[in-house]
C-alpha cells in the first residue's frame, strides 16, 4: 500500500530513558512513567493535606473524596475489618489511576497497556489474598472450594470448577486492565493513522474529510477518561471483592 | 495464489470472525443500561446508588468485547 500505513502497536515500544545511565540499567520509558506516578501521588497529597484547614481548599477536597471514597469502598466491600488492608487497596488504585491517566497524553506512556505489568499488580493481589485466607482460616480455608448446600455427588463436578474459577482470577483481572488500556490507545492511534491517508491520498478535500476522524478522537478522549477512572475504580474493587472471600469465605 | 499469501488472507479473515464475539458484549452493555433506565422509572430516588453498580457492570461486560478484541491482535500482530 503507498502512503503512511497504521502502526497501532508501535507506540507501546520500550525505549530507554535517562541518557547513558538509564541504557545501562535498562531504564525504559515504562519506568519512567511509574516513577511519575509515584511521584505525583506523593507530592499531590504532600501538597493537598499540608494545610490541615478546616474547610477545605480545592486540592485538600480532592485529596479527602479520594480517601473518603476508597475508604468507604474498601469499609463496605470487605466488610468487618477491611480497613486493615485500606493502605494496599488506596496504593494499588491511586498507582493504577495515576498509570492511567498520564497515559492519556501525547508523548507520555501508559504503563497500564503492558501486561507484564497489570500482571505482576494481579498476581501480587492474589498470592496476597489467598495468603490472607490461609492466614486467618488455616487449611479449612481449602472448604472454600467446596460450595454449601450441594448435594454430595455434583461434588466432584462443582470442586474443580471452583478451583478453575479462582485460579483464572488473576488472568481476568490483569487482561482486564490490558486490553482496556491497549484498545483505547489503538484507536487513537487507528484513527489518527485515517487522517494521515486521507490528507496523502485525497489532497484538499482528504484535508477537510479528516475533520471526521480527528472529531472522533476527540471524543474518545472523553471515553478513554472515563474508563482510566472505571479500571482503576473496578481493580481495586475487585481487590476488597477478593480480599472479602478471604476473610470471610464466602 | 501462492501460500504466503493465502495464509495472509487466511489471518486477516480470522482477525475479522474474532471480532464477531463483541456482539455479545453489545447485546450486554443494552440490557445493562436497559434494565438500569426501567429501574430508575419505578424508583428514581435509588438512581445514585444503582448507577455505581451499573458502571462496575459496564465495566466487566465491556472486558468481554476486549477479551476478542486481543484475540484479533494476537491473530493479526503474531
Given at each position: 500500500m503507498?502512503?503512511?500505513?497504521?502502526?497501532?502497536?508501535?507506540?507501546?515500544?520500550?525505549?530507554?530513558?535517562?541518557?547513558?545511565?538509564?541504557?545501562?540499567?535498562?531504564f525504559t520509558n515504562s519506568n519512567e512513567a511509574m516513577l511519575a506516578a509515584a511521584v505525583i501521588i506523593v507530592i499531590f497529597f504532600f501538597v493537598g493535606l499540608r494545610a490541615r484547614a478546616m474547610i477545605?481548599?480545592?486540592?485538600?477536597?480532592?485529596v479527602e473524596i479520594l480517601y473518603e471514597f476508597v475508604r468507604n469502598m474498601c469499609v463496605d466491600t470487605i466488610g468487618e475489618g477491611g480497613l486493615r488492608y485500606f493502605p494496599l487497596v488506596f496504593t494499588l488504585f491511586?498507582?493504577?489511576?495515576?498509570?492511567?491517566?498520564?497515559?492519556?497524553f501525547p508523548y507520555f506512556f501508559a504503563f497500564t497497556s503492558h501486561?507484564?505489568?497489570?500482571?505482576?499488580?494481579?498476581?501480587?493481589?492474589?498470592?496476597?489474598?489467598?495468603?490472607?485466607g490461609f492466614y486467618t482460616h488455616g487449611l479449612r480455608f481449602f472448604k472454600f472450594f467446596v460450595p454449601e448446600g450441594v448435594p454430595v455427588w455434583l461434588l466432584p463436578l462443582l470442586v474443580p470448577i471452583e478451583i478453575i474459577s479462582y485460579l483464572s482470577r488473576?488472568?481476568?483481572?490483569?487482561?482486564?486492565?490490558?486490553?482496556?488500556?491497549?484498545?483505547g490507545h489503538v484507536m487513537w492511534e487507528v484513527f489518527a493513522g485515517f487522517m494521515l491517508m486521507l490528507t496523502g491520498s485525497l489532497g484538499i478535500l482528504?484535508?477537510?474529510?479528516?475533520?471526521?476522524?480527528?472529531?472522533?478522537?476527540v471524543a474518545l478522549v472523553a471515553l478513554e477518561l472515563l474508563v482510566a477512572g472505571l479500571q482503576a475504580y473496578v481493580f481495586a474493587i475487585l481487590t476488597c471483592l477478593y480480599l472479602h472471600d478471604a476473610v470471610h469465605m464466602h | 495464489m501462492d501460500p504466503q499469501?493465502?495464509?495472509?488472507?487466511?489471518?486477516?479473515?480470522?482477525a475479522g470472525l474474532a471480532t464477531i464475539g463483541v456482539a455479545g458484549a453489545g447485546v450486554g452493555i443494552g440490557n445493562l443500561f436497559g434494565a438500569f433506565v426501567s429501574a430508575v422509572g419505578r424508583n428514581p430516588a435509588a438512581r445514585d446508588t444503582m448507577f455505581r453498580d451499573v458502571l462496575l457492570g459496564f465495566a466487566l461486560?465491556?472486558?468481554?468485547?476486549?477479551?476478542?478484541?486481543?484475540?484479533?491482535?494476537?491473530?493479526?500482530?503474531t
Open positions: 503507498a502512503g503512511p500505513s497504521i502502526d497501532a502497536l508501535g507506540q507501546f515500544r520500550l525505549t530507554t530513558g535517562l541518557g547513558p545511565l538509564g541504557a545501562s540499567v535498562n477545605p481548599g480545592r486540592t485538600q477536597a480532592l491511586s498507582f493504577i489511576l495515576l498509570g492511567n491517566l498520564i497515559g492519556l501486561i507484564a505489568v497489570t500482571l505482576t499488580l494481579a498476581l501480587f493481589v492474589f498470592l496476597f489474598s489467598t495468603g490472607v488473576p488472568v481476568s483481572l490483569s487482561v482486564r486492565l490490558f486490553a482496556n488500556m491497549t484498545a482528504g484535508i477537510v474529510a479528516s475533520i471526521i476522524p480527528l472529531g472522533l478522537n | 499469501h493465502a495464509a495472509l488472507l487466511a489471518k486477516d479473515i480470522g461486560t465491556e472486558a468481554v468485547a476486549l477479551y476478542a478484541l486481543v484475540i484479533a491482535l494476537v491473530i493479526l500482530f
